[in-house]
């Protein structure tokens, strides 16, 4: 990349540097070569003299280096092929297109919506279908099993042990009467 | 570029074969995990060819393309799911959850011990930093842009990258630098 590099950091004034904290908080454009011409020598004539600000500016090189992270991935061998084949599936029908839009700029909220609306299909049309095979179609008879079963629901069903306390309950007023 | 504007995919091959290294390293650097800097890479050069049209020759290629492979890193990272599922992810796995994947290849056993022990260190510090740290590093150590391409492909003023990578170094090295005796 050949941009220009335009104005150098730092390089609107001329410096007068003496301080080791001023000197501390330009190493990093320093040692990337991202300051002016100026502030270039004022910075080496401060190194010369400054021990601390030297091991700064080693312990920067070091970690630079440090950074080397060996082994280089690589892609794929077949990643060519696979984009190639990606961008003639987007070039189908134009409803898939529509939803590859649609899913790539909202992946996670449109999977949900999806799932939240087969969802309420799903329970809708279960609860109708129940309903009409447990109630609607059924005896008088098999009507008062099911509905004796749904008791189990109930937030005190008959014979539980809530029942009895409520019960219990009850009647501690009349007792100590 | 501009034949791939057109819709030439012969063009188009040739320009995902020449960059897709650069692309697919970035990404690698930037989430430590092979599999997911494929998928991305993948996503960028869609990226380059549903936007190809609009692609104005004004600035460097390279300069475009690492601007749509940072949206995509930014995009990846800031996403609920993928935050959700690592977090769900970080209750489940224990140990090494946060040891990159190596490719395969290596040159010798000795050398892959060695190397993958050093890239699992320096990818993890990396994964530790912030996005935006993380880009303004990235770009600069293993792309080499300079302070003032930075700018242009992250969005924000040189003093601001200088700021990100002085904070950048600062926190790598008090990973990755031993403490002095």
């Known amino acids: 990349m050949a941009l220009a590099h335009g104005e150098k950091l730092m390089g609107k ?9 001023v000197v501390r908080t330009k ?28 091991q700064a500016i080693t312990d920067l090189r070091r970690l630079w280096l440090d950074l080397e992270d060996g ?13 190639m084949s ?33 969802g309420l299909f799903i329970g809708g049309w279960m609860g109708r279908t129940v309903m009409e095979d447990t109630l609607i179609s059924a005896t008088p008879q098999e009507q008062a099993t099911t509905l004796a079963a749904m008791d189990v629901f109930a937030p005190i069903p008959r014979g539980s042990l809530a029942e009895g306390y409520l019960v219990l309950v009850s009647y501690a007023p009349q007792v100590k009467q | 570029m501009l034949l791939v504007g057109e819709g030439d995919k012969f063009a188009f091959s040739c320009l995902v074969n020449r960059h897709q290294d650069t692309v697919f390293r970035f990404i690698y650097r930037f989430f430590g995990k092979e599999e997911e800097a494929n998928d991305l890479a993948q996503e960028v050069f869609l990226r380059i060819w549903r936007f190809s049209k609009k692609y104005k020759p004004t600035s460097q290629f390279t300069t475009w393309l690492y601007i749509l492979t940072v949206n995509v890193c930014k995009r990846e990272s800031q996403s609920l799911w993928r935050r959700h599922i690592s977090l769900i992810g970080s209750f489940w796995i224990s140990g090494n959850s946060g040891a990159p994947e190596f490719p395969a290849h290596t040159p010798s056993p000795e050398d ?70």
């Open chain 1, 13 to 21: 004034s001329s410096p007068l540097v003496t301080d080791c904290t």
């Open chain 1, 27 to 54: 190493l990093s454009a320093f040692e990337d070569g991202e300051v002016s011409p100026a502030w270039r020598s004022e910075i080496e004539a401060h190194l010369a003299n400054c021990s601390a600000c030297q």
């Open chain 1, 71 to 83: 082994i280089p991935p690589r892609p794929r061998s077949n990643f060519t092929q696979a984009v």
């Open chain 1, 86 to 118: 990606k961008i003639t599936e987007e070039s189908g029908p134009g409803f898939l297109n529509w939803m590859h839009v649609f899913s790539s700029m909202f992946p996670a909220p449109a999977t949900m919506a999806v799932m939240v609306v087969f």
């Open chain 2, 112 to 181: 892959a011990v060695i190397h993958a022990e050093q890239s699992r260190l320096v990818l993890d510090a990396i994964e530790s930093l912030p996005p935006n740290q993380r880009l303004a590093l990235l770009l600069r150590r293993y792309e080499e842009l300079s302070y003032q391409e930075i700018s242009a492909v992250i969005g924000c003023s040189v003093s601001a990258v200088d700021a990100l990578l002085v904070r950048a170094k600062a926190q790598l090295q008090k990973k990755l630098v031993p403490p002095k005796k």
